[in-house]
C-alpha cells in the first residue's frame, strides 16, 4: 500500500511540478470558469434588475447552474488533460514501464482533477460573492453532495474519453474538450427536464446532471434538499462508473497487447 501510495504520489507531483514553472497553465485553470461566470452573472444581473421574486430565484439558479456545471467540466477535463500532458510529451510509454499500474495512473489523474477543479473554481465563486452577491455556501452541506456527484459524473466522462483515445488515438483528443460541453443542453443546468421534447427527456433523465440540478433548484426556490433526487444522481453514477471502468480496463488492455501505449501519440 505504501509503495502503491508513492507510485500516486510520483505521477502526480510530475504534474504539480509542470504548473509550478508555467504561468500559461496557471492561468487556464481559472481562465474558463471566471469566463463563464463573468457572461452568465451578467445576464443574470440583467435578468434580476427588477428585484421581482421571480428574476431573484431565476438569476440564482442561472449564476448557481454555471458554478456547479463547472464542477463537472473541470473534473472531466482534469483528468483527459492531464493524461494528454503524457501523449503529448512521449511519457505514457515510460510511465507504464514502471511500476506504476494502471489504476494507480487512474487515482493519480483523479487528484490532479480535484486540485486543478479546486484552483480554477476558487476565483469564479469569490468573483460571484463580490459582482453578484451569490454565495455558493448557501447552499449548506448539500453542497457537498453536489459537488461529489459532479465530480463523479466528470470521472466517468474522462475515463471514457481516455478509452476512446486508447481505440482511436489522437484522432479523439477533440473529445477531451467537447464531450461534457455537448452534454449541456440536456444536462439541464439551466431549466428543468420537463422544458424539453418528450422524445429527450429519457436522455435527461439517464444523466446524473438531471437530477443533481433539479436539487439545487429545489434547495434555491424551496430551501430543501431533494436528498430522493441526490440518491438517483448517485446511483446513476454508479452505473455508469462500473461502465466505464470496464470499458477502459478493457481498451487499456488491447492497447497493451497492439503496441498503442507507445505509439498513441504519433
Not at 507531483?13 to 496557471?26: A, E, K, Q, T, V
Not at 483515445?165 to 473529445?175: C, I, K, N, T, V
Request: net charge positive; glycine share 8%.
Amino acid at each position: 500500500m505504501i509503495a502503491a501510495l508513492r507510485r500516486i504520489w510520483g505521477l502526480m507531483y510530475r504534474h504539480f511540478c509542470l504548473y509550478r514553472r508555467s504561468w500559461p497553465r496557471l492561468l487556464e485553470l481559472a481562465y474558463w470558469p471566471t469566463l463563464e461566470l463573468l457572461i452568465w452573472g451578467f445576464t443574470a444581473k440583467f435578468v434580476v434588475q427588477g428585484h421581482a421574486d421571480l428574476p431573484v430565484r431565476a438569476a440564482g439558479a442561472l449564476i448557481g447552474g454555471v458554478l456547479l456545471w463547472e464542477v463537472a467540466l473541470r473534473a472531466q477535463m482534469g483528468v483527459t488533460i492531464s493524461f494528454l500532458e503524457e501523449i503529448w510529451s512521449r511519457n505514457l510509454g515510460h510511465v507504464f514501464v514502471s511500476p506504476l499500474r494502471p489504476r494507480e495512473m487512474v487515482f493519480a489523474l483523479l487528484g490532479v482533477s480535484i486540485m486543478r477543479s479546486l484552483a480554477g473554481l476558487a476565483p469564479a465563486a469569490v468573483i460571484a460573492f463580490l459582482l453578484y452577491d451569490f454565495n455558493v455556501f448557501t447552499f449548506g452541506p448539500a453542497l457537498i453532495l453536489f459537488m461529489l456527484n459532479l465530480f463523479l459524473m466528470g470521472w466517468w466522462l474522462a475515463l471514457g474519453v481516455i478509452s476512446l483515445l486508447f481505440r482511436y488515438g489522437a484522432s479523439a483528443e477533440a473529445l477531451a474538450w467537447t464531450l461534457a460541453f455537448g452534454l449541456t443542453p440536456v444536462a439541464c443546468v439551466f431549466y428543468p427536464a420537463s422544458i424539453l421534447p418528450g422524445w429527450l427527456r429519457p436522455v435527461a433523465d439517464a444523466l446524473p446532471a438531471a437530477h443533481i440540478f433539479a436539487g439545487m433548484r429545489s434547495a434555491l426556490y424551496r430551501h430543501v434538499t431533494d436528498f430522493s433526487q441526490l440518491g438517483i444522481a448517485f446511483g446513476l453514477n454508479g452505473i455508469w462508473m462500473a461502465a466505464a471502468a470496464m470499458i477502459f480496463a478493457a481498451q487499456f488492455r488491447a492497447a497493451r497487447r497492439n503496441g498503442a501505449l507507445v505509439t498513441i501519440g504519433e
